[in-house]
């Protein structure tokens, strides 16, 4: 079984960056698609990013050419580096692993983008 660990969070300034990162452990890394997803206070948990164990990636239109999903077979770590932040990206942050399920979520990490 997979566990997972967010980090990289915080308070920023609109237009201003962030990289989280999520660490796995207890499993092989390599075979799990990984996602990032995002929950407004009041609104539904809703996906961000993902990175297939193959490398191609996908992203909600909301944020594609600002955010980046990446990983890092070695370290067992996914990373979402996030440019050009704006008021509406403030959410807490979870990324999950998934074969064919999703097998585990992090805690998540809050993201607030405020001047």
């Known amino acids: 079984q997979v566990q997972l660990v967010e980090s990289g969070g915080g308070l920023v300034q609109p237009g201003g960056s962030l990289r989280l990162s999520c660490a796995a452990s207890?499993?092989?890394?390599?075979?799990?698609?990984m996602g990032w997803y995002r929950q407004a206070p009041g609104k539904q948990r809703e996906l961000v990013a993902v990175i297939t164990s193959g490398g191609t990636t996908n992203y909600a239109d909301s944020v594609k050419g600002r955010f980046t999903i990446s990983r890092d077979n070695a370290k067992n770590t996914v990373y979402l580096q996030m440019n050009s932040l704006k008021p509406e990206d403030t959410a807490v942050y979870y990324c999950n692993a998934e074969r064919v399920i999703v097998v585990a979520w992090g805690q998540g990490t809050q993201v607030t983008v405020s001047s």
């Open positions: 207890g499993s092989i890394f390599s075979i799990y698609d």
